[in-house]
Structures are given as structure tokens and as C-alpha cells.
């Protein structure tokens, strides 16, 4: 026996065990716990993702820290705590404690942390395989689903901008970063409040929406939800018509009668993309009146990523059930992370004294579409609600959603002192409309009308990190403003960060007609030489179109095309090439305009224009801070 087919018979047994441990009321009940992961970015003094986890994990040697898929994200896993009480303080002063401890040791290296769905300064760069962590089970699992997919990942996300991107690895997933919530739930109400899950996880994410920046294009308020799907989908589109199911799934239809359907669901459609060496027979652990840990069956659930999944633990010995709650973004506080959970616990534990089955009440593919629509529009998504009903998701909210999760977490024994503060959050974020999401929004689209990207996207990042580290919840920031990127050394330190990256190109055969068409209607001297196959050869310059047409004066020189009059090797820098240096060199060389290449594609353009701005910048700045001191 070979070892998938040992492993695909352990998932067989693990499924078999766990079934007769529901039978036979072995599963824990009566008892009601929360936990949560913390996932957050490491980066830079410049904001970049800093790909040092395991040297972060060795200094702060705490088994609560452990990598995610990429060296620059790590996870704190949370201790669980009964449901009930001062929890939610609880677990937002241990996830205090624990991001403190983190941040301590990163300082000591020149580095921090930031908590949010994706990081706006995060690079493509960032995402080459070198990145990925040294973890065995990220190896194996990014080279089957390399295998699995046998063609690059395509990604097609559209917003106010649209993403058109492929890679060639899933670390498009180590963009993602969440705070998942766990719910221990008792085995007789595990369907019923599956579906409710399912059924509030709109809402929920409506409020909560914090990722609407990916490699600077605007996409939707909570991109995270498109981007994971579509970073791990090995689907292909000669297999459409096969109808396969993407790994990372909102489901296809309501639990009925057991939660063993979603894993018999898991197993039917999904192939093994780990499976390493199970010691444990799972049966026989039962049979002497043992708690098996179901290994196989645990690490296969990890390779299917449902937003609501249901996971199987022991605690204390004890065999368990618990939801995890996968649809919530990091950050942008960790106030505003346990507003969001206390919110989800308080639905979860209110609903069912309102909506008795919500199977009844709602086709579950106005469920899904819900979900997908809060993730695009967030609070200005309108949501179907129970016997097809339609309400804005801010009125759902407001006028239904809070009273029953307040009444909820009442009857789980939360403090009232906890219950206001934590639902107060929640009420003021929606009356006000200021989401995580609308935050990034806001200050970008204001910075952007000063500077580029990279600065804009700069200047966003450390305004929020600066705010979270104050702790006050979104709800209350004022907008980021252009200082908080620091120094303008630390905001143009690199090409990257002051080219253009909007380009107009043209190709070798075009005509120098076009050409200089489009040079005129769009007032520039400069356009980058494409062949057909999209590669950079060369330059077009106004010098030589204006010198082409002087010497042509009264002639009609016939069909004449870029490539007849372009610069063949024109001086080139790399995203890389610090600014100085590239002033300098087209100083020396009395150049105009540097294209900037990266693996020999041209990705962006500096001119003697952006330098301009830049000195005007400088000149500026001097002279406030003269003026200040006067």
C-alpha cells in the first residue's frame, strides 16, 4: 500500500471515528468556549514586508507565535476561554499582551507589525517563492496545488480599478491576513448553528470590511474574499464545463442533518494535497476508551478553506466541535477585531431565540450572494434578507442585528460593561459609515491627488499602524495625511517609489504618425518601445520624432514606423536603483527619461518631470521648516 492510499484509508477511519463519537454522545456538551488566531504582517522601517519569521519566532521562543505561508506573516494562536464574563476583555487584553511581546522583539531588530486584511504596500515582488516559508506543509502544499492547477494562477478582481495579474505560485494567499474566531458549539445544535453561520457571515463582513487596496488598484471593500479563492483555485478553464468547486468555498447548499455532510462533502470533491505520515489509528484509539486526535481528517480539512468551517479539537481531554469564523480581516485595532467578534458571538448566540431554522426562512443562494456582495460594497451592499425580504445592510444592522446580538451575548452572561462597549463600537462604525475600508478609501484617494502611489500607499500604511498602535477604534481616525510617510528620503529612497507606472507604449511597427499623436494628446516626451511580444526594445523620444519630421520638410517620405527612428539601448535602471543614483546618471548622460525594468519587462518610467516635482517638494518643505523655526 502506497502512502496516499494509507492516508486516504486513516481519512476514512478518522471520518468513521468521529461519526460514532457524535453517536454516542462522546463529543463535549454543555460547555461554551472561544478562542481566536491573530494573523498580521511583519515589515520594514519602509512599511515593506520583512521576510524574518523564523528568526522572529527563535528570539520570542512562545508556542502562542507560528508561521503562516510567507516568511513576512506571522500567527498568534489565542488561548481559549469559556463563553461567558469578562472574555471579550479577556481576549482582547491577551491579544494585547501577546502583539506587545511581538512588537518588543521586533523593534530590537529595526522591524514592526501591522494588522490588516492586505497590507497597501505590499509588492508582487514580495510574492516570489523565496518568501515562502521554510514550513514543510507550505512546501508540499504550494507544490501540489502547483501540480493540481499545472498552469499559473490567473487573478481578475475588479473594482473602482480592476486587477489583471498571474503568478506562477499561490503566495498570492500570503497577501490575506485575518483574526478567525472560534465558537465551541454543542454536537445536537452544530447544524443549526452552521447555517447561521452562514447565514449572518453578510452582515457581519458588511461592518468589518478592511482590505480594499491590492498593488495599489481599488477593488472591493473586502478583497481578501476574492483574492484567497483565486490564489488557491486550481481550477482551469478548459475544466469548466466539469462544473469543479474552487478549495476555498462559501458552500453550495444548507447542512441538513449532519455536520459529517460538509466532510463528506470535502472528501467527495476535493483531491488529498497533503498527506503526510499518520501514526494514529483512530478506531483503535476509540475501541480502548480513548480521544483520538484524528490527525489525517483534521489536516485534510485545513486544505479546504471554507469561510465557516466546522473543526474538531480536545480540550482537557475532551473531544469537541467548534465553528471557526474565517471571514474577518486583521485589524484595524484589535479593539475593532474583538467589537467584531463580540458582534458574531452575540448573533450566534441570540439568533437561534428569533430564526428557529433559518433553512426555512432563506435560499441558501441568497446567502451566498449576500456574502459576496458585502464584500464588495460592504455597508452599501443590500442585502435578501429572511422571506425574501431586501434591506440595506447598514438598516439590517442597526435596526435588528445589534438588539439580537446584544440579547445574546446577555444570555451567555457577558458583563454589560462589555456588551455596551463592544456593540457600541459596532453601532457608532455603522451610523457612521467609517469602516476599516472606508478609511483606506478616503486617505488614498485624498493623498493621491498630491503624490503617486507608492508615496499615497506609504503614507496610508503608517497612518494606520500609528492609529494602532493608539488603539482607539476605526470609527474615530481622522484621515491619513502625507507627513505620516516620514522624511522624503524615506518616501523617495528608490525609483519605484517616484516612477510612473500608468505607461502609454508603443510598438516597433507602429507608425510614427501614431506615435506622435499619442505624444501630443497626452503631453508627453517619452513613450517606452514594445515588440509583439510585449517586451521593452527601446525608446521614442520628441527629439527624434520632432528631427524625423524637420528633416522631412515638404516631403512625403511613405509609411515610417517607431522602429526606424527609436533608441535602441537607452540607459535603464531597475525598481531597485536607488533616486540619487538615477539623477545622477541622467545628469552625466544628459538624459530625459530612465525606463525602469524588472526581469527584463519594463514596469514603469522616470523623467526629468517627476524629479522636478520632486525638487519643488524639497524646495517647499525647506522652506516651511525654516519658517517654523523664524
Known sequence: ??????????????????????????????????????????????????????????????????????????????????????????????????????????????????????????????????????????????????????????????????????????????????????????????????????????????????????????????????????????????????????????????????????????????????????????????ENDNVPKLRALQLFNTTVWRWNRICYGATEGKPHLRIENRILPSGPTVTDEIANAAFWLGLMSGMPEVYTDVTRLMEFDDAKDNFVKSARTGLDSKLKWMNGSSVPADELILNELLPISKSGLRNAGIIDKDIDRYLGIIEERVRSGKTGARWILDSYSGLKKEVKDPEALLAVTAGMMRRQKKGEPVHMWEKAGLDEAGSWFERCEFIEQVMTTDLFVVREDDLIDLAAGIMSWKHIRHVPVENDEGKFTGLLTSGAVLSFYGSKLGEDPGPVHVRDIMIYDPLIVSPKTKTLDAVTLMFEHKVGCLPVLKAGRLVGIVTEHDFMNLSAYLLKHHIDQNSDTD
Not at 502583539?99 to 494588522?115: H, R
Not at 499561490?170 to 472560534?182: A, G, K, L, Y
Not at 457571515?201 to 483565486?230: D, H, M, Y
Not at 463528506?264 to 476535493?270: E, K, P, Y
Open 1 to 286: 500500500m502506497n502512502d496516499l492510499d494509507e492516508y486516504s484509508r486513516q481519512l476514512l477511519r478518522d471520518l468513521r471515528a468521529l461519526e460514532m463519537m457524535i453517536d454516542s454522545g462522546m463529543i463535549e456538551s454543555g460547555v461554551k468556549r472561544i478562542g481566536a488566531e491573530q494573523e498580521l504582517y511583519i515589515v520594514d522601517h519602509y512599511l515593506r514586508p520583512k521576510a524574518v519569521v523564523e528568526e522572529v519566532l527563535r528570539r520570542l521562543d512562545d508556542p502562542h507565535f507560528t508561521i503562516e505561508i510567507a516568511k513576512f506573516n506571522i500567527e498568534i494562536n489565542l488561548d481559549p476561554l469559556p463563553f461567558g464574563g469578562e472574555c471579550l476583555t479577556g481576549l482582547e487584553r491577551h491579544t494585547d499582551n501577546l502583539i506587545s511581546k511581538l512588537n518588543s522583539v521586533l523593534s530590537a531588530m529595526g522591524l514592526d507589525s501591522v494588522m490588516t486584511g492586505i497590507l497597501p504596500t505590499i509588492r508582487k515582488s514580495d510574492l516570489e517563492a523565496e518568501n515562502l516559508t521554510a514550513g514543510e506543509r507550505y512546501i508540499e502544499l504550494c507544490r501540489n496545488l502547483n501540480t493540481e492547477r499545472r498552469s499559473p494562477f490567473e487573478f481578475r478582481i475588479r473594482g473602482t480599478d480592476e486587477l489583471i495579474e498571474s503568478h506562477d505560485t499561490p503566495m498570492f494567499e500570503s497577501c490575506n491576513t485575518s483574526f478567525q474566531v472560534h465558537l465551541q458549539v454543542n454536537p445536537e445544535e452544530a447544524v443549526s448553528l452552521y447555517n447561521l453561520a452562514q447565514t449572518i457571515s453578510a452582515p457581519v463582513l458588511a461592518c468589518a470590511v478592511n482590505s480594499p487596496l491590492l498593488l495599489g488598484k481599488r477593488l472591493w471593500n473586502e478583497t481578501r474574499i476574492a483574492l484567497f479563492q483565486q490564489a488557491v483555485d486550481t481550477r482551469v478553464s478548459s475544466h469548466t464545463q466539469r462544473q469543479k468547486s474552487a478549495r476555498v468555498t462559501f458552500g453550495k447548499e444548507w447542512v441538513r442533518d449532519s455536520v459529517l455532510e460538509i466532510y463528506h462533502d470535502n472528501i467527495s470533491r476535493f483531491s488529498v494535497i497533503l498527506g503526510p505520515e499518520v501514526n494514529e489509528d483512530s478506531l483503535a484509539v476509540l
